[in-house]
């Protein structure tokens, strides 16, 4: 599981549903929540993790145009190449984050240590936890 750590910047609520916007490591993302009164109070300022899993991070060429909001370019950090499955890590700010996809993916992409992608991750697939303490 991808582990973020974010401040709320705004909170836009429609019925149940409330688009969440953030900044993490100095960029901004979002988060599309249902029932967010559970979540209560999520206000401007608040800290929260962010909790995406690695299966739903999608990569891309730097240069690549994709519908999500949550896309950032970053080079890649490390490989762990498997028969079917692979790893891709990613240093973003002061965490990490990482994709799973195919190694025919991988290869593909000729996905390789130090070169530049984009990974990114729909909203509507963040889930936003409160922070117990600061780290």
């Not at 582990?3 to 901004?28: C, D, F, H, I, Y």
């Not at 999520?42 to 929260?48: A, D, S």
């Not at 962010?50 to 730097?62: M, R, Y």
């Not at 909001?69 to 984050?97: H, K, M, R, T």
Request: glycine letters at 6%; hydrophobic letters at 50%.
């Amino acid at each position: 599981m991808n582990s973020l750590r974010a401040t709320v910047v705004s909170v836009q609520q429609v019925g149940l549903l409330a688009q969440v916007s953030l900044e993490v490591s100095g960029q901004p993302m979002r988060a599309l929540m249902v029932d967010i009164d559970a979540f209560a109070p999520l206000e401007k300022g608040t800290l929260v993790q962010v909790l995406f899993k690695e299966s739903e991070v999608l990569i891309a060429t730097p240069h690549s145009t994709v519908s999500a909001a949550n896309a950032f370019v970053c080079p890649v950090a490390w490989v762990n190449q498997g028969e079917l499955v692979s790893e891709v890590g990613f240093a973003f700010g002061e965490d990490e984050v990482v994709s799973m996809i195919t190694t025919a993916s991988l290869k593909r992409l000729d996905v390789a240590v130090g070169k530049s992608f984009m990974w990114f991750v729909k909203a509507n697939e963040v889930t936003l936890q409160k922070v117990k303490h600061v780290r």
